[in-house]
């Protein structure tokens, strides 16, 4: 398996996967981690330059308290998928409030900004069906100050 | 070494050594030639056939057809044949498109009869099939219609008044898979399939206009209703948005209860759970629903595909001789009999990029065929052919009756969209091979580029030559429509 960097600054890279494609991302939070994993996924469908930011949503995600944080990213990157596919929306815009563990579960929210998809305006590359567990990962990398995460899309 | 050791059976069937310090419950057998296998090693696929040879209660091997690429968790081109009372029902051994698969319509035209009209063919069949990202279907299921259709499938879309009676009769199951529960498919599967029935998708779906450019078994051709430069439609699409969801939601239900039934794997793609569970059996009826909405779309988009060809050809599809040759699923699990050490069994079949290959006499296959055995329905890539192949006694012995479901992927889609312009593949496939191609992506479309994929007439002389399908006929494509 080989990355591939798309000159992101480094929020996230794309990874070569034989069949599929998979991202790797980078923050120096968590809730940043999240951010740049949710645009990682949208650029592969899609030029995020091209999504404008001008519809909202407010998306609040709710884990058992016995799940990891890697879990905690299947579920975000799932429920903005169902956004996108319910809505008919692109997004370019994550803003990840807040991450907060507490003894009743893990919880996420979040503000997402895009637009409905427009044929005319959004070229797609590639269509995310969903991420999968397959090499995930959520972990703080060597240095021990910054996050990063990889997960392959199932497209 | 590589931790494992292969043995050759013969020149298109490995076997990888049971290995129990890698977890392996059985051996591996793969179908391919020494290229093939070299292939899937460098790619690490043989990992993958461990992994799944590792899952509880996996009967005589973990198998890997001829067209076996990597996947996640299961290779694709797995087959894992499952003990009902010992072992487990994996989301990850079906796949996000449950029930993903393909369908052949013959017609009485040849193809000098639409070479001038071709293009108007491609262009009016386009737009009357919703397809690509964004897309919504014509129709809106919902509430108890919704509930109905993932009960009892292609019936209800019958029933609606769209397709034909008798398609219903050359699909699997009669186009019902039985024991589809919708109180297992979420509220969200639900919305994400409220406006996708008919709908093509993106990727490596499709619908092509193929002309029949050879035949291997004229008797076996003949049965079902095939000739020489005979004009086909075959179409390939799965379960959409909602069989994505309902793959995800089980995959987290199962990795919540594997410590319960103390279910330790090396991939956690491969979440199972015991198939006579309460999440077993939840899923298994979900399952069974996403199957019954996949067979519904596909039914749906050659609706559509009929009406726009009498709309362009003003005549009526009964007199264009419109009828299903064959609709399969090549990413499903089935309870399937099976005799094991000479006793008759019924064991959970995961295909996960595979094909059902029943062989002749078999009781599930349309009786019209029963003779010469199972259609197998074999996509290629847009430049080179398809196949449709036969199901063999063979195969129930050699691989759970399977059989490949395609060419596989040999370059990745990064790689493929880096090497290969949209436009330009477009064009030379006109030019070249005078193929039409529509596509809502061009991107898209580089990256299911011919060059993308291994040679299909590779893939399915292994499947022939193993005896685990045989040839009947080869489809060439002459207009692509792509998602």
Redesign the interface.
Known sequence: MREINNNQDRKFIQVDHPSDIGIRFFGNDLEELFENAASGMFSIMCNLQKIAQVDKRNIIIRGNSNIGLDDLLILWLEKLLYVYEVDKMLFSKFRVRRINEKCDGKILEAEILGEKINLEKHEIMTAVKAPTYHMLEVKKDKTGSRWTGQVIFDV | MNGYNIKKISDCKWEIEKNESRGMRVPGIIFADKKLLEHAEE?K?IEQVINVASLPGILKASYAMPDI?????FP?GGVAAIDIDDGVISP?GV???ISCGVRVLRTNLISSDIKKNLSSIMYGISVSIPR???S?GKILVRGSQMRELLTKGVSWAIKQGYGWEEDKYFMEESGCMEGADPDFVSK?AK??GSDQVGTL???NHFLEIQKVSEIYDSKAASILGLEKEQVTIMIHSGSR?LG??I??DY??LM??VSSKYKIELP???L?CAPVLSPEGKRYYGAMACAANYAMVNRHCLAHWARLSLESILKKSARSLDLGLIYDVSHNIAKFEMYNIDGKDRKVLVHRKGATRAFGPGHRDIPKIYRGVGQPVIVPGDMGSCSYIMLGTEKAAHESFSSTCHGAG?LM????A?KRIRGEQLKEELFTKKGIVVVA?????LA?EAPQAYKDINNVVNIAHNAGISKKVAKLEPLGVIKG
């Not at chain 2, 690429?69 to 968790?73: E, F, L, P, R």
């Open positions: 790619e696929t690429h990597y996947g996640y968790g694709i990850g796949g996000f498109d690509g990202v964004g919504r969200q919305d994400r998708g993106s990727g948005g994505h969801q793959c995800g995959l987290k990795q919540q991939d956690r793609q979440a992927r990745s889609r990064t790689k969209r809502s992506s061009m991107s898209g990256e």
